[in-house]
């Protein structure tokens, strides 16, 4: 066992969960504000990703301008759902939620199938984040350094933003005390439209990042790691930014020791923690106990 | 199970053709030389099931092309003895379930006579059992497990079972046989974690063992279906240090462990890397000038192999056709069509029994070459090569350059069938 074995098996783990947390943190703060469990947030990924891929090729190949521009036209999807579909169910049971969230990962799957056809598409590369850095003999791309620098930054901003900003103390407010919150003028549909369509930004962003990342665009892309965000909610605590971005760091770095080091139960290990929190900790990391 | 396949339409099917025949039966019995007169009542009608969503589905789109353009040039010459070829293609979805759904479809409400394609593994063992059942033949064309053949064919009888594409002999046996020719002396896998990928490894394993007393294996990592960050499964070969890697990942999954094996500085730390099913043309494509060069790939089927008049003209014919060079699994549909036509021709008649019976020890001419049904499991026996990547100007992918070839009797011969084809070499 090198140091350098232990530096690369490190990065990757971070890297990886930074990605964990980029999606992950749409999914958290939807549910600590609307207390929605969206299960169509794994598509808002996947069509980040896709309309990030269609704007950079439309506008000249440039990567920043595909991911600025991209996760804004899915934006469109988030504010129709919320405004059209999930306004009529937040008074419902749980169920109904996931169902209606649930339908629309099927649709938005065949959306992607008709509009990008089944098959995959290969993904660009990043000028200037293309490369490779030597770190201790062996190379580890640029872009994924970038990315273990992306997501604190995103952590910190989401801070910054729920903590320091005027925004922030009225969505606190409103998901503390939605009915006091509207007495004294707060409009709180609106600013549950505007939560939902910040929220599948974030997700369609973790998708657009993803284009040079993973390297190939598929159909259903967003299921893998749909499921790694959920856990990662689950763990942190519901809707607790702050454990979902503790949770993600765990699961990465988890899943990066476990394929080095415990081959055969690499695809358990995840489940195997969750199981564990679960059961010491039933409501995650920084959860509220109910 | 048996009973299930008795439908209400076919008892009612049943029924109807028992009256009609008994009420003719007095008057219209067929005499003299029109009843010994084989008569096939067409139109010829394949079932077709390949993957059409999701990570792989550029394969259904190959497929397609191929066993499309094997149907219109049939047509085109007049059919099989005289009858119109038709497929219908369905989505397998490489779902177990939607797999036999699919072939209980083709049988039992569309009429298929014969059915083919097929592209996992696991799809191809669970619809052996339906297959005997369903009584109807089905010709596997890309899925490549040897339990197929050995075992649901060889041992369990299940004559019903063909596969023209080669199997795991080609990816494990094979590969085998280029590696002891190399100076590495440790080898390595990252695989796919499922049947397909533990076989080969095993195989690999087992046959360069014997061939070659003084290698090792060091290290090996399984990446799950869908696996999109392979650096974990990177940093495990890294540490090992091979000289030699061999990785059975395949279609998507391959693209994103090579460019990021490229990005790991992999290809420059290992010297001799094999990549059993590397010359797939979604592969090749999709890398383009990605992929490095000096690695060793194969498949099922390369376009460039063999050089001669009838392969390159096929390939010709398919490039105008669809604007694609050919991938493997275009060959085996394309050829599919046409080992149906042979058998249907040579037996007079598309009843199974009579198809089986055709089939078996049948030889047929193929774009891929002279091709032969192995009388005991199905198994196509033909020869696929070996070669190393390099750089083409007439190309925008790397192709497949100093060929090597390991005939497919020397390395088809594992199963313990009797006949010329059984004999092992160590």
Not at chain 1, 149 to 155: K, Y
Not at chain 2, 33 to 43: D, N, S, V
Request: charged fraction near 15%; proline fraction near 5%; glycine fraction near 10%.
């Amino acid at each position: 066992m090198t140091l350098e074995s232990i530096v690369h098996v490190c990065l990757a783990g971070l890297s990886t969960g930074m990605f964990i947390w980029l999606v992950a943190s749409g999914l958290t703060l939807i549910f600590g504000v609307l207390g929605v469990l969206n299960f169509a947030h794994g598509s808002f990924y996947m069509l980040g990703a896709y309309c990030c891929f269609t704007a950079l090729s439309a506008l000249g190949g440039n990567f920043w301008v595909g991911l600025l521009i991209g996760p804004i036209l899915v934006c469109a999807a988030g504010f129709i759902i919320e405004r059209f579909f999930l306004r009529y169910v937040y008074h419902l049971a749980l169920p109904y939620q996931l169902l209606l969230t649930f339908a629309f990962v099927l649709l938005f799957d065949d959306l992607v199938k008709i509009i990008w056809g089944g098959g995959s598409l290969g993904s660009p590369s990043v000028p200037g984040l293309s490369g490779s850095v030597d770190i201790l003999g062996r190379y580890f791309p640029t872009y994924n350094l970038f990315i273990i620098i992306v997501g604190p930054l995103v952590a910190l901003g989401l801070w910054a933003l729920i903590e320091r900003t005027w925004y922030g103390r009225i969505i606190r407010a409103a998901s503390s005390e939605r009915e006091m919150a509207a007495a004294i003028g707060v409009p709180v549909p609106a600013l549950f439209t505007s939560v939902f369509v910040f929220g599948t930004w974030l997700g369609a962003m973790g998708g657009a990042l993803a284009v040079p990342y993973v390297g190939l665009l598929t159909p259903g892309m967003g299921e893998s790691i749909i499921i790694n965000a959920f856990v990662v909610a689950v763990i942190g605590g519901l809707g607790s930014l702050k454990g979902a971005f503790l949770g993600a760091l765990i699961i990465g770095l988890l899943s990066s020791f476990g394929t080095r080091f415990l081959p055969a139960f690499d695809m358990f290990l995840t489940f195997i923690l969750m199981a564990a929190v679960l059961l010491l900790r039933p409501q995650g990391f920084f959860g509220k106990a109910t | 199970m048996a009973k299930k396949g008795w439908t209400r339409r076919r008892f009612i099917q049943a029924g109807l053709l028992t009256t009609g025949a008994a009420a003719l039966g007095g008057f219209a019995k067929p005499t003299g030389l029109w009843a010994a007169t084989p008569k096939i009542k067409g139109p010829i009608k394949v079932g077709y099931q390949a993957v059409m969503s999701g990570t792989l589905a550029g394969y259904g789109d190959f497929h397609k092309m191929g066993a499309t353009l094997g149907m219109e040039e049939i047509n085109a010459a007049g059919g099989i003895a005289g009858n119109k070829l038709e497929i219908e293609f369905r989505d397998s979805t490489l779902k177990t379930p939607e797999a036999i759904q699919n072939a209980r479809y083709f049988v039992d409400s569309w009429g298929a006579d014969f059915l083919a394609g097929v592209d996992s593994s696991g799809q191809a063992l669970a619809l052996a059992p339906v297959m005997a059942e369903l009584d109807k033949v089905l010709m596997v064309t890309h899925a490549a497990t040897e339990k197929l053949t050995e075992e649901q064919v060889f041992k369990n009888g299940v004559r019903q079972i063909f596969r023209i594409c080669n199997a795991t002999y080609q990816d494990g046996n094979a590969a085998a046989f280029v590696a002891k020719d190399l100076p590495a002396k440790t080898w390595a896998t990252v695989s796919p974690k499922y049947e397909y990928g533990y076989t080969c490894w095993e195989m690999f394993k087992n046959t360069l063992g014997k061939l070659k007393k003084d290698v090792s294996f060091t290290a090996e990592s399984w990446a799950p279906f869908g696996t999109t960050d392979f650096r974990p499964h990177i940093n495990t070969i890294m540490d090992a240090k091979p000289d030699g890697l061999y990785s059975t990942e395949w279609a998507g999954e391959l693209i994103t462990f090579v460019k990021q094996a490229n990005q790991a500085g992999l290809f420059e730390k290992i010297k001799h890397v094999m990549f059993p099913v590397g010359a797939a043309m979604d592969v090749l494509e999709g890398l383009g000038a990605e992929m490095p060069d000096n690695i060793w790939i194969s498949g099922r089927y390369f376009f460039l192999y063999p050089n001669n008049s009838r392969n390159n003209e096929w390939v010709q014919r398919f490039r105008k056709r669809w604007d694609h060079f050919p991938a493997y699994v275009s060959e085996t549909g394309y050829s599919t069509m046409f080992a149906f036509k042979k058998a249907v021709e040579a037996s007079g008649s598309k009843e199974t029994k009579a198809v089986i019976q055709a089939l078996e020890g049948m030889q047929m001419d193929s774009p891929a070459g002279p091709r032969v049904f192995r009388k005991e499991d199905h198994q196509a026996m033909y020869d696929v090569p070996w070669g190393l990547t390099v750089a083409d100007a007439k190309y925008p992918f790397k192709i497949m350059g100093k060929q090597v070839m390991v005939p497919a009797k020397e390395c088809f011969n594992r199963p313990p069938f009797e006949g010329d084809a059984s004999k092992p070499p160590f």
